[in-house]
């Protein structure tokens, strides 16, 4: 059998923001060495796959040394001698050693780094690049960067309602240049805050001014992408993470001091697309109010209405939200379900149900650049990477400009297809 795992090795790492993360080192019999590391979120849905921890002092309780074990003492002896190209079986494998519904036992993030090294390695051994492994002849289509240049939110210093202010660079003819155009903009904001306000908090990248109210964070996007010389190529969008604003005992929503019903909420996003070029907007509601998203959905047909904590990447979820037309996009996250079989299998049921797809990395990640080649492999419209002034958002950014440079010609832009 060709490429069979001979060792596979977990050991605890520090994430971009210094957070412990399971790193998996496999190697094969033939001698293919890979090695792969998961990503953890700040803000999660209560539907995602289960993350081990240690608990006690050390890093807080967030060490991950339980998890590293679940994989060199239970996972490792059950896939030696298995072929890394048997990705699907390995990953069922695994979801039956663990035995529980959200993978619990053994972790997500201990499952989810041995599935992400088996697919390296798969790519290895089948001689291709990963994004062509994952995606066959149809991965050629680079994904719209978003990025979250303010943010807002129960994690942000700033007095902002919602999480992400996202710029979104559907406007150019490449990757590359759509880059470019981020880093600019990115940077003459900070001048533009640093001006108007003095010292502005970092938040992960992200800018967190003083400010509360939501309109005038979107003129201040908008100020930096008219003096970059970019206007009307940069649109905007929003990660609410409305789940944090929602009163459930009352079914209300807060926002900007006023307690909204979700009819109320709804008026407002669709002023708030009337007055801005606002096209994407991300958990709008609570992850279980699906009603209200299929609402929003119906009156902002040709926006995207994106289910983060709604969908959680999950094939169940996303079969609710198509059935109640809640929701037309998916935003992709790998570890909220926690095995690349599973991830890739939510993307293409939500492509083939007439859904877009969007990848996303999450607040605690690493300088691994799977997702980039996932992105590509699935044709995903967009990638939301964060501000480019980390390691590991930087990681996937250079890893795409590389995927459009060894594609040539045959790369296709999502923003240019529009």
Request: proline fraction near 3%; hydrophobic fraction near 45%.
């Given at each position: 059998?060709?490429?069979v795992?001979?060792?596979?090795?977990?050991?605890?790492?520090?994430s971009?923001?210094?957070?412990?993360?399971v790193?998996?080192?496999?190697?094969?019999?033939?001698?293919i060495r890979?090695e792969?590391?998961?990503p953890s979120?700040?803000?999660?849905?209560k539907?995602e796959?289960?993350e081990?921890?240690?608990?006690?002092?050390?890093?807080?309780g967030?060490?991950?040394?339980k998890?590293?074990?679940n994989?060199?003492?239970?996972?490792?002896p059950k896939?030696?001698?298995e072929?890394?190209?048997a990705?699907?079986?390995i990953d069922d494998?695994?979801i039956e050693?663990?035995?529980?519904?959200?993978k619990?036992?053994?972790?997500g993030?201990?499952i989810?780094?041995?599935?992400?090294a088996v697919?390296?390695?798969g790519a290895q051994a089948?001689?291709?690049?990963?994004y062509?492994?994952?995606?066959?002849?149809?991965?050629?289509r680079?994904?719209v960067?978003?990025a979250t240049v303010?943010?807002?939110?129960?994690h942000?210093p700033?007095s902002l309602?919602?999480?992400?202010?996202?710029?979104i660079?559907?406007?150019?003819t490449?990757f590359?240049?759509?880059?470019?155009?981020?880093?600019?903009i990115?940077?003459?904001?900070?001048?533009?805050?640093?001006?108007?306000f003095?010292?502005?908090?970092d938040?992960?990248g992200a800018?967190?001014p003083?400010?509360?109210?939501?309109?005038?964070?979107?003129d201040?996007?908008?100020?930096?992408v008219?003096q970059a010389?970019?206007g009307?190529?940069?649109?905007l969008g929003?990660d609410?993470?409305a789940?944090?604003l929602?009163?459930?005992d009352r079914g209300?929503?807060?926002?900007?001091g006023?307690?909204?019903e979700p009819a109320e909420?709804?008026d407002?996003y669709i002023?708030?697309a009337k007055q801005?070029?606002?096209?994407f907007?991300?958990?709008?509601?609570d992850?279980?109010d699906?009603?209200s998203?299929a609402?929003?959905t119906?009156?902002?047909p040709?926006?995207?209405?994106?289910g983060?904590d709604?969908f959680?990447?999950?094939p169940?979820r996303i079969?609710?939200?198509i059935?109640?037309?809640?929701g037309n996009t998916l935003?992709?996250?790998?570890?909220?379900i926690?095995?690349?079989s599973?991830?890739?299998?939510?993307?293409?049921l939500?492509?083939?149900?007439?859904?877009?797809v969007?990848?996303?990395?999450?607040?605690?990640?690493?300088n691994d650049?799977?997702i980039?080649?996932?992105?590509v492999?699935?044709?995903?419209?967009?990638?939301?990477?964060?501000?480019?002034?980390r390691?590991?958002?930087?990681?996937k950014?250079?890893?795409?400009?590389?995927?459009?440079?060894?594609?040539?010609?045959?790369?296709?832009?999502?923003?240019?297809?529009?």
């Open positions: 059998m060709k490429s795992i001979e060792l596979i090795r977990a050991r605890e790492i520090l971009g923001p210094g957070r412990p993360t790193e998996v080192e496999l190697t094969t019999a033939d001698g890979v792969a590391s998961v979120g700040t803000s999660k849905g539907y796959a289960w081990v921890y240690d608990g006690g002092k050390r890093f807080r967030l060490g991950v040394k998890a590293a074990e994989v060199n003492l239970e996972i490792a896939l030696i001698g072929s890394v190209l990705q699907r079986k494998i695994m050693l663990d035995g529980t519904k959200n619990q036992r053994l972790g993030n201990a989810l780094a041995v599935s992400l697919a390296k390695a089948a001689g291709l690049p990963l062509r492994y994952l995606g066959g002849l149809g991965g050629v680079l994904p960067p978003l303010i943010s807002g939110g129960k942000s700033s309602d919602f999480e992400d202010f996202l710029l660079f559907d406007g150019f490449c590359a240049e759509a880059l470019e155009a981020l880093v600019e990115r940077y003459l904001l900070e001048k533009n805050l640093q001006k108007k003095g010292l502005v908090a938040d992960g800018l967190a003083p400010i509360n109210d939501n309109t005038q964070a979107f201040l996007m908008l100020e930096a008219e010389g970019y009307g190529k940069v649109a929003l609410v993470a789940s944090d929602y009163l459930e209300l929503y807060k926002i900007s006023r307690e909204m909420l709804i407002y002023s708030l801005y070029p606002l096209v907007i991300e958990d709008p509601f992850q279980d699906f009603e998203f609402k929003l119906a009156a902002l040709d926006r995207k209405i994106v983060d709604l959680v990447t999950n169940v079969r609710m939200g059935e109640q037309k809640a935003l992709l996250k790998v570890n909220q926690g095995t690349v599973e991830a890739y299998d939510a993307g293409i939500a492509l083939q149900n007439g859904l877009a969007t990848v996303s990395l999450r607040s605690s990640d690493t650049s799977f980039a080649d996932l992105a492999g699935l044709g995903a419209e967009e990638i939301k990477l964060g501000s480019p002034v390691g590991e958002r930087n990681a950014y250079n890893r795409l400009l590389k995927i459009e440079e060894e594609l040539g010609e045959s790369a296709k832009f999502a923003g240019s297809l529009r």
